[in-house]
């Protein structure tokens, strides 16, 4: 599966942005996808994945409560809502896709869509 990252920006601390991750190629309804991110000088981290098992999701500690990650099937996207945004969400947002059930680790990962910037300024 393909797959393609959009939605970031730069925002101020306490915004919220919504990314999608558009997906082609091969059935998108038997993947799992995670969305990660990546801060300069640092290794690229878990945020949230849903699992093509309907209703699984997953989320890291560091966002919980202010991210909703959702799917539509029928459109071959899924979706990131993040809300109050802080300086340390600042990172390149990465969706990649698995046929694993579930996972948080980058390495279980093997469609990785390109980055999407996020900047959030305080």
């Known amino acids: 599966v393909q797959l393609q990252a959009s939605g970031g920006g730069l925002v101020q601390a306490g915004g919220s942005l919504r990314f999608s991750c558009a997906a082609s190629?091969?059935?998108?309804?038997?993947?799992?996808v995670g969305w990660f991110r990546q801060a300069p000088g640092k290794e690229r981290e878990f945020v949230a994945a849903t699992s093509w098992r309907s209703g699984y999701t997953d989320y890291a500690d560091s966002v919980k409560g202010r991210c909703t990650i959702s799917r539509d099937n029928a459109k071959n996207t899924v979706y990131l809502q993040m809300n109050s945004l802080k300086p340390e969400d600042t990172a390149v947002y990465y969706c990649?896709?698995?046929?694993?059930?579930?996972?948080?680790?980058?390495?279980?990962?093997?469609?990785w869509g390109q980055g999407t910037l996020v900047t959030v300024s305080s």
């Open positions: 990649a896709g698995t046929q694993v059930l579930m996972s948080s680790t980058p390495e279980s990962f093997d469609s």
């Open positions: 190629g091969r059935r998108f309804s038997d993947y799992t």
